[in-house]
Each structure stands twice: as structure tokens, then as C-alpha cells.
């Protein structure tokens, strides 16, 4: 049995093949081989290449009507049963009512619902615990963190604030670098797009006037504040 050797197919008459070959893509990105078999693969040829390539995983997809995926997957048990073939490691990825039923079989180590996260998957094919609790902290220091993400990259995203002072209105009191995460909601919630600058919603001293606007330079269209003026349209 070649132990990183994968195949994969969508069985019966489902054609949505998209969830097999996204699961294939991250196994060949974490060292696998896979072999795709491509959609609506009937069952006799998917045994057939099982037993010729004698991969350790084969891993299935159906996404069309439960009922039908619960006798056909009930089929493709006997049927790897009789063969032999139910020693393999066998996957399964579908709708959740299709996962329900793939459940149900008995023949499938792990099953991948609609909406499964890679890192979840990721970590399925590298043989880490997946069973952590939702909502659980990743790892905490930085070696950790890159092998938690592989293969993917560690984006670090960072902002300084000089000071723990909340920013102040209008802009020209703000110093450079002291913009928050606050500033840019505030920026975004009083910013409209204006042939090529944005408008700045200031506003008004006076209660019940208007607010007005100021031009200010920017080569970003932010949000769609509305401020009492209207402005045509950018032409292509």
C-alpha cells in the first residue's frame, strides 16, 4: 500500500468534482501523490483504479440528493467489502445532509462537510488532532504559529500608535502615525467618492445646519457616506 498515495473521485452521477480536487490540492501542497479520476465516477471503476494504484487514502465526493447518496454509498461499502478494499483509509466530502448519511455507512474514517476550513483539513491530512475546541486560541509564539499555518504564509499585520490616546476629529489635529483601527472606521463612515479626491464630512457647530464638506487629496474612493451633496458619477 503506497502510504502517501491519494485518490480521488466524485462517485455515481454527481459531476461537482471542485471539492475533490480542492482537498487533492492541499494534500500534493503537504507532500502527497494524488490521482484524480475526474466526476461521476460509477463504482465499479473507482475499485477498479483503487486496487491497480493501491493508494493508503481514497477519498469521495457526492453533493446531489441525500437519498440518493445514502444507497449509493451504502453500495460502495458491500462492494468494498467484497473486494477487499475496505481496509483503506476512506474519505468523504459533501453537503451536510450527505455527510449524515455517509456517517451512517460505517465505511468512511473522516467526513467533510460544505464549509469545512482548510486549516481543518490541513490538519486531518498531517494527523494532528482536530477535535480541538471551537474558538480555541492558535499557537502563541511565532515558530508555532508558521507550523500551525503551513503550507500556508504568516501574514503579520502591524500599526504603531505613539500614544494609548484615542484620536482626535478633525484630521489636522492628528499627528502621522497615530491612525487606529478606530480613525479608519471613522475616516471610512465620513469619506465619499468625488473624481478623484474624497469629500471629508465635517460636522456642523451650529444645531440644525447641515454638514458641509471639504476636499481633501486622495487617490482611494471610500465608503458611501451620504452628506447632504451629490457628486456625478466617474465617467470610465
Known amino acids: 500500500m503506497k ?18 480536487v480542492n482537498f487533492l490540492d492541499l494534500a500534493e501542497q503537504l507532500g502527497y501523490e494524488t490521482v484524480c479520476l475526474g466526476p461521476a465516477v460509477s463504482l465499479e471503476a473507482l475499485l477498479d483504479r483503487v486496487a491497480a494504484l493501491d ?5 469521495v465526493g457526492y453533493r446531489l440528493t441525500p437519498e440518493n447518496c445514502r444507497s449509493l454509498l451504502g453500495e460502495l461499502a458491500a462492494q468494498a467489502d467484497v473486494r477487499g478494499q475496505s481496509h483503506r483509509t476512506w474519505l468523504f466530502g459533501g453537503t451536510e445532509p450527505c455527510v449524515a448519511a455517509a456517517r451512517a455507512v460505517g465505511l468512511f474514517e473522516r467526513t467533510f462537510a460544505s464549509g469545512t476550513s482548510k486549516q481543518a483539513v490541513v490538519a486531518y491530512l498531517r494527523g494532528e488532532q482536530t477535535d480541538a475546541t471551537p474558538g480555541a486560541p492558535p499557537p502563541q509564539t511565532l515558530m508555532e504559529r508558521i507550523r500551525w499555518k503551513a503550507p500556508y504564509p504568516l501574514l503579520r499585520h502591524h500599526f504603531g500608535r505613539p500614544t494609548v490616546e484615542e484620536p482626535t476629529w478633525p484630521p489636522s489635529t492628528l499627528t502621522p502615525g497615530s491612525g487606529t483601527i478606530r480613525w479608519c472606521a471613522v475616516t471610512a463612515a465620513r ?9 471629508w464630512r465635517e460636522p456642523s457647530t451650529t444645531p440644525g445646519a447641515p454638514s458641509r464638506c471639504s476636499g ?21
Do not use: N
Open 191 to 199: 469619506a465619499i467618492p468625488r473624481r478623484g479626491r474624497t469629500c
Open 55 to 59: 493508494p493508503a487514502l481514497v477519498a
Open 216 to 236: 481633501t487629496p486622495s487617490s482611494t474612493a471610500v465608503a458611501s457616506a451620504r452628506c447632504g451633496r451629490r457628486f456625478p458619477k466617474r465617467k470610465p
Open 3 to 20: 502510504e502517501k498515495l491519494i485518490v480521488g473521485a466524485a462517485i455515481g452521477d454527481c459531476v461537482h468534482v471542485a471539492g475533490v
